[in-house]
């Protein structure tokens, strides 16, 4: 091998797709395994329906789920985190819209006691009022170092625009709202959520018949009562326009540009994505080498597109000194008119295809990886084929596709200009 010359560039071919496996235990729970004999651990992912779409009022979802650590029938808080720390294993908690998910890692020659713990808390947990207090305290001291933030205070006004005052998706809550949590409430909504034939486990790693079996009995007990009909909340967006939220003390002003997005599922979210990877979505983009690079107005500036099971939205985000806010905006819109009425030049778009395919292949990367992009193709009614789609049309998509989708998806007469700051 002569090292002195580059190796030649291929094209991306389909990347291995792990096989995963199914069964369904008697009481209905979901369990959905991806089996890799080569790891010493496992992942377990228990996804819930118990979002903030969900919740009887607000931030009763997020407190559930956190709390679900803080004490059970069995063991108190310092006895669970002792356990899962003397075992070397890794819990977390991740509160969504739809569904919320309770995730482990743990060695396989402990997955008899990191399992039932896991189980035991899903199952058996209690909600003490002390520590409850304390989690409480916690989260409006937080809340109020969030609303200190011009880039909080413009992501959320983005999202209550676009959605209108009451729908779930805009999250709106204040101070007053932690204090209204009790123990009922987070015992009420845990008992209504927490039932198995509505609820997925996903595994991954060293998946052998031991770790499936130590599942299989820690979560037979599990209940699997009917859940409660989910009310349809209908949303009454605010007029496209120019909002502000005045923070007079902020140094620099936070900006949010833009609108509905395109769904997962939909035909044209491939060639939609390569538009929004044009415009702001890697660290080559037109509005980084344009307001970073060039322009020196911000040190970072990105456009996405973000998926949620009744709507996506896209936008672009950026923090920017004060003086310079109207001039930011001028210069994204100014690329995205380039977008509207210029083809991409074939060399810029066959690097963003190189990147964007990249990406794919980086979300695939492993056992633990393609356990996670399943775990969330799943909630949309596919699966990781859903990437060999993309990867096609990658490959595929022109220019002028891209200029179509601009001037389809990118009208600023549809757009939400929001800006928080001075």
């Known amino acids: 091998m002569n090292r002195n010359i580059e190796p030649p560039i291929t094209e991306i071919s389909r990347p291995t797709l792990w096989g995963h496996q199914q069964i369904t235990l008697p009481n209905g729970l979901e369990i959905v395994y991806l089996h890799d004999p080569n790891q010493e651990v496992f992942k377990l992912d228990m996804v819930v329906p118990a979002g903030s779409y969900n919740q009887p009022q607000p931030v009763v979802a997020s407190s559930m789920l956190n709390m679900l650590n803080e004490g059970t029938r069995k063991h108190t808080a310092d006895e669970i985190a002792e356990l899962f720390d003397y075992h070397g294993a890794y819990v977390d908690f991740n509160c969504g819209v739809h569904k919320s998910e309770i995730s482990m890692i743990s060695l396989n020659k402990y997955a008899n006691e990191t399992i039932r713990m896991v189980a035991e808390m899903i199952l058996e947990s209690v909600f003490p009022r002390k520590e409850l207090e304390i989690y409480i305290r916690n989260r409006k001291q937080q809340h109020l170092v969030s609303i200190e933030k011009t880039a909080y205070l413009a992501r959320m006004e983005f999202i209550y625009r676009l959605y209108g005052d009451t729908h779930p998706y805009a999250n709106r809550f204040t101070l007053e709202d932690f204090d209204r949590v009790t123990p009922e409430i987070l015992m009420n909504f845990y008992k209504e959520r927490m039932q198995a034939s509505r609820c997925r486990i996903m595994l991954c790693g060293n998946i052998n018949e031991g770790v499936l079996w130590e599942v299989s009995e820690a979560f037979a007990p599990m209940g699997n009562l009917p859940l ?27 900006i949010r540009i833009g609108k509905s997005g395109v769904s997962l599922l ?25 307001i970073r690079e060039e322009k020196g107005y911000t040190y ?8 949620l099971p009744l709507a996506a939205y896209w936008m672009i985000a950026t923090d920017v000194n004060a003086d310079q806010a109207e001039a930011t905006i001028d ?37 633990f990886a393609q356990s996670d992009a399943l775990k ?43 800006t928080a700051g001075r």
């Open 228 to 254: 409660p009909e989910t009310e349809q909340f209908a949303m009454h967006p605010y007029a496209p326009g120019r909002y502000h939220v005045s923070k007079p003390d902020a140094v620099q002003t936070s």
């Open 266 to 290: 939909d035909e044209e979210y491939t060639d939609f994505q390569i538009l929004n990877m044009i415009l702001g979505g890697y660290f080559g983009s037109r509005l980084m080498s344009n």
């Open 300 to 307: 970072g500036i990105g456009s996405y597109n973000v998926n």
């Open 331 to 367: 210069e994204c819109m100014k690329e995205i008119r380039r977008l509207q009425t210029e083809p991409v030049p074939e060399e810029e778009l066959h690097l963003v295809k190189s990147y964007f395919n990249g990406e794919l292949l980086r979300e695939l990367d492993g056992v």
């Open 376 to 418: 969330h193709k799943l909630n949309y009614g596919t699966d990781n084929s859903f990437y060999f789609r993309i990867i096609d049309r990658i490959r595929t998509c022109t220019a002028e596709d891209i200029t179509r989708m601009a001037n389809k998806y990118l009208r600023p007469e549809e757009m939400y200009i929001i």
